[in-house]
Structures are given as C-alpha cells and as structure tokens.
C-alpha cells in the first residue's frame, strides 16, 4: 500500500479481546516473520502507522498491484480510514451488511476520507485464508472491491464448506473476474506472503478482533455502531481541517 509510514500517525491502544469480535477462542497465530518496518518499530504508534505502510517489498507485478488495489478514495485525503477484517468472520460481514457501504457512501467515495483493507485471517475461521487469497487476486484484476462486498454477501454460503474454492470461483466469476488468472493466481500462493504480512502488522498495532479500525488517531474495536465511526470520521476530519 502506498501509504508513507512517515507521515501516517496512528497512536495504538493496546485492543482486548481475541478473534473475530464475540467468538470464543479465535486468536489469530501471527506468522514468525515480521516486515521490515514492524521489526523495528520503538514504538506503539510506529507500529500502528505499519499497519498501512508498504512494508512487504515485491518483484511480482501482480502483488503489488493487488497491494494498491485495496485502497479505495482521493490520494489527497488528509484522513485515513483502516479496517482490518476476515471475510469468514461473522461481525465483519454484519458490519459490512450494517454500515460498510454507507460509510464508503457518505466519506470515502466523495473523496474525503480514504480507505485501506488489511487482512487479518483469524486462525480458527478455516476458509479465511482461502478467501482472501481469492479476494487479493481478484485485486489483481482491480476487483477487489467487488469481491470483498460479494463474499460477505455470501459467507454463509462458502464458508462451512470443506473445500471453499469452487464456490468462491463462482463468486469471483459473478463480480467479472477472469477465472483462467485467477486459478494461476490461487494456485500459485503468490498472495499469502502479503496476507500473513498483514496479518502480522495489524497485531503488532494492536489488532486482536475483527472487524477493527483506525481512524486517524482513534483505534476502534468491533461492530460499531454507525454513529460511532461518523463521530470518529467528522472529527478527525475537523482536526485536518484545522492544521
């Protein structure tokens, strides 16, 4: 993600709980290797502004196009908005079903206020790592955003499955997404290293339960309600104003 780690300034509050927000014993196991910018964090907000810097270097033209095509908004917004979430997670989707597009509506799309989606896999949720390789490699195909309101249109559908991947071929080919480069994508795991890497930057900023956010300084936790994120939204928005 193109976010400068400089000037992003997120301050941490350490978040409780763990998992999918609600669920029992859904701690996500973070992967052993840190990125290079989280590995010498000093602090807690230099790690949550990790959270949305450019932290996992490729050579893959195809990775570091799905890594910007999960930004959505003006380049020039002064306010962030980062949400860490699990396709497979029931709070994430009734997020989404609640307040996501709404959110988008009333600040991302009209430019004010840019969004970026961090995966953060829970461990015990057996098809969120396939699913957000799917996503990610839709992403590839600038289809991130299609797939990512798809498959939370249709959780209930793929995710008790034992083997999700035809069902969420199906999702994918019902948003426009090639198949053919979406199979040689999925296949060839090429996306995982970018998954585990936010799953990695998002719990060393704090991250324990999906769906979370960050909202300029304000770390949230939780299905929030809509009220919550405008007030969080409107104020950080006054304050950039200000400076």
């Known amino acids: 993600m193109n976010i400068d780690l400089r000037t992003a300034t997120i301050a941490v509050l350490l978040i409780a709980g763990a998992g999918c927000k609600g669920a029992e014993d859904a701690r996500a196991k973070t992967p052993p290797a840190a990125s290079s910018a989280l590995a010498t964090a000093s602090s807690a907000a230099t790690a949550a502004a990790a959270v949305a810097a450019t932290t996992t270097p490729t050579t893959d033209p195809l990775v570091a196009h799905a890594d910007s095509a999960r930004i959505r908004g003006n380049p020039a917004a002064k306010v962030w908005m980062i949400i860490a979430s699990d396709f ?15 959110i988008r509506r009333e600040y991302i799309d009209n430019g004010k206020v840019r969004l970026a989606f961090v995966n953060f896999p829970i461990n015990s949720h057996a098809n969120a790592i396939p699913a957000a390789e ?9 289809k991130f955003w299609q797939m990512h309101d798809a498959l939370f249109a ?8 034992s083997d ?6 199906q999702i994918a080919a019902s948003v426009g997404v090639d198949l053919t480069a979406l199979r040689s994508c999925v296949s060839s795991h090429k996306m995982l290293p970018l998954i585990e890497a936010d799953r990695e930057k998002a719990a060393r900023a704090g991250v324990r339960a999906t769906p979370s956010f960050f909202i300029a300084d304000l770390p949230l936790e939780g299905v929030q309600p809509i009220e919550n994120l405008r007030k969080a939204l409107d104020e950080a928005l006054a304050r950039a104003g200000s400076r």
């Open 88 to 102: 497979q997670c029931p709070y994430c989707k009734m997020w989404h079903d609640s307040s996501d597009l709404t």
């Open 134 to 142: 799917h996503a990610m490699c839709a992403a590839a195909q600038d």
């Open 164 to 169: 999700p991947r035809s069902a969420l071929e």
């Open 154 to 161: 249709a959780q209930e559908k793929w995710a008790p499955l």
